[in-house]
């Protein structure tokens, strides 16, 4: 009887571990992730300069910037425009 124990032990041990290995590349792949988003924030933020505005315009180039890049990775990540502002701001 021992030995079915230790051998049931084992075997949820190596799920486990599966499980642990699973969620070392899931945040590998969130960190690489966070680096993008902020490497596009810096760019957009870089070009918010070159945004024509108009005299009716009610925001500023960098208010602008931000909305297109807010709106553009909700629409890329299928999530919704506050979450991507979120993720903008952590990242």
Do not use: H, N
């Amino acid at each position: 009887m021992a030995t079915l124990v230790s051998t049931t032990q084992q075997q949820l041990g190596l799920l486990f571990d599966a499980v642990a290995a699973a969620d070392k590349a899931i945040a590998r792949c969130f960190a690489v992730r966070a680096e993008a988003v902020d490497r596009a924030r810096r760019f957009s933020a870089a070009q918010a300069g070159s945004i024509p505005l108009s005299l009716q315009s009610r925001w500023s180039r960098e208010e602008i910037a931000q909305r297109e890049l807010s709106s553009e990775l909700a629409a890329t990540l299928r999530i919704p425009e506050r979450t991507a502002e979120t993720l903008l701001a952590e990242s």
